[in-house]
């Protein structure tokens, strides 16, 4: 077996502080187990412990997705055993050949899925679960707007809403990406014209909710994007961290609701990643959500795929090779 290694940060910045270590893994204690890891997910959120933008104790190992197989069992394990193809999308420590989790955050995949789908739509899969799910009750004929639709999460997202009967306006930020977005109606280009396109969609009245993953940039025209009491789901960063809020915005855009979800406290519980885990991989089973992999870059190139990302020149799902 070659010698277990990672990629970490030293200290916050750029890529290029995204530098490859040796390092023992050590055995799993007491409801742990140790996985031999095969494919990784490359999420934004990494980039954000990358810059600092979270807050991490350094060194930090990043990257919170990856699948495999499990090549140990700690004490008082009795659901997992070695062998076992597993896909783990919390803590971090995910950009190495080799990782111990405890085993309450470990998730078996079905057989037909492999790795790299797993590691490429886990963590995206499930945010797009709880997103469509559990943020609010949407019902069949609803509207919806999408931000960054051709992404990781929001191309599960739009499959999701639609097979839900919801009516989803895609956003992206180009022509090119827009087209590979099977939605109800699919737009591009700048933020400041959004707001009167969907109104124009929408009869005037705005849609019911935003998923808006992308942040500063986009926040105004999503709040008027909205219809009268309606939701605004701010879930991400892309562009930078959202302003100071003005509770009066909310109030003259027409008593507008907004929630600042993240997926980990959907997934609290072992019940609950087992409940979201299992919903995904339905959708996965019928075909409503596929892996859509647009890059594969090796683990010990993960700068240039931050690079790509942050750059938004990547579609879909990257996955990051051992």
């Not at 893994?25 to 999420?43: K, M, R, S, T």
């Not at 009750?137 to 919806?144: H, M, S, Y």
Request: some cysteine; aromatic content about 6%.
């Amino acid at each position: 077996m070659h010698r277990p290694w990672r990629m970490v940060v030293r200290c916050h910045g750029g890529p290029d502080v995204i530098v490859r270590e040796d390092f023992d893994p050590g055995q799993p204690a007491e409801g742990e187990v140790l996985i031999a890891q095969d494919a990784v997910g490359l999420n934004f959120i990494d980039t954000y412990y990358r810059s600092g933008l979270y807050p991490a104790p350094l060194p930090a190992a990043l990257g919170s997705e990856a699948a495999g197989r499990i090549v140990a069992v700690g004490p008082g394990v009795t659901n997992l055993s070695e062998g076992d193809h597993v896909v783990c999308v919390q803590g971090l420590g995910a950009y190495a050949t080799h990782r111990i989790v405890p085993a309450a955050q470990v998730v078996p995949i079905p057989d037909g899925i492999s790795s790299e789908d797993a590691a490429a739509t886990m963590l995206k899969g499930m945010t797009a679960c709880y997103l469509a799910e559990d943020c609010i009750g949407l019902r069949a004929g609803q509207v919806a707007l999408v931000h960054a639709a051709a992404g990781g999460v929001g191309s599960i997202l739009v499959p999701w809403l639609r097979d839900k009967g919801v009516t989803v306006i895609a956003h992206c930020g180009s022509a090119d990406k827009a087209h590979t977005i099977d939605a109800d109606h699919s737009l591009h280009g700048p933020f400041d014209g959004l707001a009167m396109a969907v109104r124009n969609l929408t009869d005037g009245t705005g849609v019911d909710i935003v998923y808006d993953g992308v942040g500063k940039d986009s926040w105004s025209a999503s709040l008027a994007s909205l219809k009268r009491r309606g939701l605004m789901v701010s879930f991400g960063n892309a562009s930078g961290a959202v302003p100071p809020v003005n509770l009066l915005d909310l109030s003259r855009g027409g008593s507008l609701y907004v929630t600042r979800p993240t997926l980990f406290d959907y997934i609290a519980t072992a019940p609950e990643l087992q409940h979201t885990a299992a919903r995904l991989f339905d959708r996965m089973q019928r075909g409503v959500v596929k892996a859509r992999i647009g890059q594969r870059y090796g683990l010990d190139d993960a700068a240039n795929a931050h690079r790509a990302l942050e750059a938004r020149q990547t579609t879909g799902a990257t996955v990051l090779i051992p």
